[in-house]
């Protein structure tokens, strides 16, 4: 993993689309492990792995995950305490 | 965009190329007309998937450039910079021609954009095919009659390598626009700066913190860390700077 071979969370905004129905970029995260507090758009995300990892640009850790097989999609969402979705 | 209220599962549609238009030696503007477009904002962005003849299938995502209103229904324009050895760039930069389909998904993403509504003064800043989504949000500023002020700090390498040069020409011909060019490698006759943008062109250029601005850094992910790290450290509120990244293969698989 280099310094800056990242995107950001905005980058993910089409891939979540096809999960959730808001827009989660726009949504604030709290990091499990930190517990720093962002919007979602703001994380680092890196796509050259088997899938797209989001991590949190505190500490580093996994916030999400986002893995497709040619038959289903898997969501590790283990690294988030909440996802704070403006209400409209 | 009451339209967009109800959201829908978002799906691939196929959208055709109606005019390709040459920005440098290696970006384009690709016109795409997509049916029932359900509009977007200023620095949404969307999806373009290709996929081969075996099936291998390729994403992408690229900022929308230009700005949205009924008139312009189902027209929307992407602005797309070859990537050396990209997996899709290559193909949208020269290969793709009018009248081809090209499978698309959008708009997408709700926190890089710029909303007429909103209250205070916008500050623009741009690295290379960063200033794309900037551009939809001059656009969308001139669209609306929004006299709103506008600055736009375009970071280029020389001056063949602008995009959107006759049409910042005409943007900042508006009072509220104010558009300056940062030359990072070579610059024109008349300029004697070359240099990438540092703390003296932040607080020469850029609205100060007392200004209330909201400020939008889009560029490759060096230039975006950097950018955001010199506003903070002239006294920016980082709540009120918003950033997108783009990195060497030009976006997420």
Redo the contacts between chains.
């Keep these: 993993m280099s310094?800056?071979?990242?995107?950001?969370?905005?980058?993910?905004?089409?891939?979540l689309?096809?999960l959730f129905?808001?827009?989660l970029?726009?949504a604030v995260a709290r990091c499990n492990g930190c517990g720093h507090t962002a919007?979602?758009?703001?994380s680092r995300?890196y796509?050259?792995a088997p899938g797209?990892v989001a991590r949190c640009p505190g500490c580093e850790s996994v916030l999400l995950r986002v893995v497709k097989t040619p038959n289903d999609t898997y969501l590790d969402l283990r690294g988030l305490t909440y996802l704070r979705v403006p209400s409209? | 965009m009451e339209r967009t209220?109800i959201?829908r599962?978002?799906t691939w549609q196929v959208a055709t190329v109606t005019d390709v238009r040459r920005e440098t030696g290696t970006a384009r503007t690709i016109v795409l007309e997509v049916p029932d477009w359900p509009g977007h904002l200023a620095g949404q962005?969307?999806?373009v998937r290709l996929t081969a003849d075996d099936g291998y299938r390729a994403?992408r995502?690229y900022s929308i450039a230009s700005a949205w209103s009924d008139s312009q229904g189902s027209t929307i324009e992407l602005t797309v910079e070859q990537v050396p050895d990209g997996e899709v760039s290559p193909y949208l930069v020269d290969v793709l021609k009018v009248g081809d389909p090209l499978e698309i998904?959008?708009p997408?993403?709700?926190?890089?954009v710029w909303k007429p509504e909103q209250d205070g003064p916008v500050q623009l800043i741009g690295g290379g095919s960063g200033v794309v989504p900037l551009r939809a949000m001059l656009r969308a500023h001139a669209h609306t009659g929004s006299t709103t002020p506008f600055r736009l700090l375009y970071s280029v390498r020389r001056p063949e390598s602008v995009i959107y040069v006759s049409d910042l020409k005409e943007l900042a011909s508006s009072d509220d626009v104010d558009v300056r060019l940062v030359y990072t490698r070579e610059a024109p006759a008349g300029e004697p700066r070359v240099g990438r943008i540092d703390a003296d062109v932040i607080s020469k250029y850029a609205f100060t913190p007392q200004d209330g601005a909201t400020t939008y850094v889009c560029g490759?992910?060096?230039f975006v860390?950097t950018v955001a790290d010199l506003l903070v450290a002239a006294g920016h509120d980082p709540a009120r700077v918003?950033?997108?990244?783009?990195?060497?293969?030009g976006?997420?698989?």
């Design positions: 310094e800056t071979n990242y995107l950001d969370g905005n980058a993910a905004a089409g891939s689309s096809e129905a808001v827009d970029t726009a919007v979602f758009a703001e995300l796509v050259d797209m409209s | 209220a959201r599962r978002l962005h969307l999806d994403s995502s998904r959008g997408v993403g709700g926190w890089f490759p992910t060096p860390e918003r950033t997108e990244r783009f990195g060497p293969t976006g997420p698989r």
